[in-house]
């Protein structure tokens, strides 16, 4: 009998995202609108979709062995679980977004200490409770079902909420008044989970595949033809992730190098290498680079 790992796949905002993320990673995941099952080219797998506001608490309990949520969620339910590790993605791309404390523009507001005996509006409840308690602050937090940017004024006096850039709540006239928790993804797994030996493989495994991935996607290769006479300069402009991989070519007095490298400097450093007198400068992509 194949021993299976349970896998939660956040459904909503995290769904495609996390498709796209594990496609990367060499696992083809396929979602069915119909079905909460998803299906998987690894038979060892078997996956099941959940909201990542309810991910940790069902990781925590062992329904399920490993999953993907925020580090917002994992705060918000108390879950003692294990981070496997950071994996920056998310509907809108790379990078943490930030929980705000956001008032109307116009309000008397100016920092938390102000909310006693007001109203706070927000999907984070229970991590708001503790906010304002260690701020010894005494306010009514509200759970909010979503647009919670449009309870300020008349339904709340203020909302903790998500944003990445703050635009959403610029245009429902909110201020920010202070930065409240940075969350990102986290690839979380079950303390029983983590100590059965084969398990344990399996989800490092994993968590490499996507760690790998994602370093990928800022990343590019460059694979450069060099006189031998050139070899020296032209590796002295060259970044590599760890060191250039430099082979003889088939013409004598020449080399070929292999580097990888970040895809933001490459504009720049290819017109340095051919200063250097770099020839036959081919960039390529990357599905995964593992460090």
Sequence with gaps: MTKKL???VPKGSLQKATVDLFKRAGFKLGINERSYFPTIDDPEIECIMIRAQEMARYV????????LTGKDWIMETNADVVEVCELEYGKRGKGKVRWVLAVPSNSDIQSVKDLNGKVVATELVEFTKRYLKKNQVDATVEFSWGATEVKPPKLADAIIEVTETGTSLRENNLRIVEDV??????FIANKDAWEDDWKKEKIKN??????????AEMMVGLMINVKNENLKEVLKVLPALNYPTVSKLSQPGWSNIMVVCNED???DLI???????????????LNKVAK
């Design 6 to 8: 349970k896998l939660g």
């Design 60 to 67: 925590d309990e062992g329904a399920i062995d490993v999953g």
């Design 181 to 186: 928790l940075l969350t990102s993804t986290r």
């Design 206 to 215: 994993i968590s490499l595949l996507l760690r790998a991935a994602l370093d």
């Design 265 to 267: 400097i490459v504009r």
């Design 271 to 285: 017109p340095e290498l051919r200063k250097k007198g770099a020839e036959g400068i081919t960039e390529f992509p």
